[in-house]
């Protein structure tokens, strides 16, 4: 430790009465201390790579946004050098600024302990809580200072966290499909539907999916000079901009988003076999996210489970809350793969039907791997509208939701991809 006047050495005295080891300069203790300094490195690398171990595990498990965890974290980012007040044209200073000027007269609920009087840093502590809201943690002057709105927020949160009913269920027939397989589901009685246009808010949802062909575009081509993330940055251009972008053959959504020029405005989630949800910050509170295998490739073109990725995203304007559900479906086409077509579908319906609440407005889009006529499509189509299919590989890549309130589909063409992109906009 270094005095203020510039000497570097304390006398012994001093050393001992701040707890610290006296050093004579003339004993050699630099192997002693090299020693101590690499054993001291390899115990933190240890804890780090434990906490990112750690950490990475839950990234696996469905979520709520925030929890009690995230009080003392903020806490401790107010006085460091990471805490920062949101800036405008960022999608947090957007955001701040709506709940003060409409969100907390319209909805008080919405925002515990908060009132019109209270100040944009109150407002921003509240939302940084929930890491999905890309808002930074303001900086604060004192731990105290921390506002009882943001504690409020947190135990909100973890309310939800702890939420297990209120999910719309999925009632089971006595027909069971895939029969002694991993993948075995009952089907549901018929008559059975899950549609719904939410509240009738009239609010439009923008969505697009597009699968991206990532082993030759990205892997071969090296992305093809951004040809994908251009044609995604100018659609979304255009009013309105796009809600929700369902990705499939997704090694890395980060490098699709640069490329679109929508890193910082789109919040991410990210699944098991190459699949992706990218979400507009400025527009969407994630409540929660999760994955679930539905379906397996045949022996004769395996690469693996196929899964469901989903969020729950609540509006932060209207209170609207959406389930989107990103699929890949299994291989060979048109087949549904090992447990057959009927399978996968009703393991895509039931994990919907066991995730959404009532209420929300659900979409499902991906590439199926199976066309109109297949047995997948058909058994989704009888419990969903179906929304848009394409024209890739024979019409493999759907749309499906519980509104059939469509205002426009359109083909945005393949961006360098073997698949072309496909958007929708719905009103709810």
């Known amino acids: 430790v270094a005095r203020s006047e ?6 012994e005295a001093e050393c001992q009465a701040l707890g610290g080891g006296f050093h004579r300069p003339q004993r050699n203790r630099y192997p002693l201390a090299l020693a101590a300094l690499l054993i001291g490195l390899a115990a933190s690398w240890l804890l780090a790579s434990f906490v990112a171990s750690f950490e990475g595990s839950l990234e696996k498990e469905p979520r709520a946004a925030a929890s009690l965890s995230d009080l003392e974290t903020n806490r401790r980012l107010a ?5 920062r007040a949101a800036q405008p044209g960022e999608p947090c200073y957007a955001q701040v600024q709506w709940a003060m000027d409409v969100g907390v007269k319209e909805h008080q609920d919405w925002f515990l302990g908060l009132s019109v009087n209270s100040t944009f840093r109150d407002f921003q502590a509240f939302m940084a809580l929930d890491e ?25 949160l973890v309310g939800l ?4 009913l209120g999910v719309l269920g999925y009632p089971e027939d006595n027909r069971v499909v895939a029969q002694g397989q991993w993948c075995s589901v009952n089907v549901p009685p018929n008559g059975w539907n899950l549609n719904s246009c939410g509240a009738s808010t009239g609010l439009q949802v923008r969505i697009l999916t597009y699968n991206l062909f990532w082993w030759n575009l990205y892997g071969r081509r090296g992305g093809n000079g951004g040809s994908a993330g251009h044609l995604i940055q100018a659609a979304n251009n255009e009013n309105p901009q796009f809600d929700f972008m369902g990705f499939q053959e997704c090694e890395d959504v980060n490098w699709v988003l640069n490329d679109a020029g929508l890193a910082g405005q789109f919040g991410t989630i ?10 507009r910050l400025s527009a969407w509170n994630k409540l929660a996210e999760g994955y679930q295998n539905v379906g397996e490739d045949r022996w004769d073109q395996w690469y693996g489970t196929r899964g469901g990725l989903w969020g729950r995203f609540q509006h932060w304007g209207t209170g609207q809350v959406v389930l989107f559900v990103n699929h890949h479906g ?3 086409l048109n087949t549904g793969g090992v447990c ?7 393991n895509l319906l039931k994990m919907i039907a066991n995730t959404a609440h009532p209420g929300d407005a659900i979409v499902l889009v991906g590439d199926f791997n199976a066309g109109p006529g297949a047995q997948t499509v058909s058994s989704l189509n009888s419990h969903l509208f179906p929304v848009y299919t394409g024209n890739s590989f024979g019409g493999v890549d759907h749309m499906l939701s519980s509104c059939n309130r469509v205002l426009r589909n359109r083909n945005l063409g393949p961006g360098g991809s073997d698949h072309d992109a496909l958007e929708t906009l719905l009103q709810l």
């Open 6 to 11: 510039g000497s570097a050495v304390f006398s």
């Open 79 to 83: 006085k460091s050098s990471a805490c």
């Open 132 to 156: 999905s809201s890309g808002c930074p943690t303001p900086c604060l002057a004192e731990e105290s200072a921390l506002t009882e709105a943001a504690k409020s927020r947190s135990d909100e």
């Open 161 to 164: 966290a702890g939420q297990e």
């Open 270 to 279: 990210t699944g098991d076999h190459a699949i992706c949800i990218a979400y």
């Open 330 to 332: 299994p291989l060979p």
């Open 340 to 346: 057959g077509g009927e399978a996968t579908a009703y």
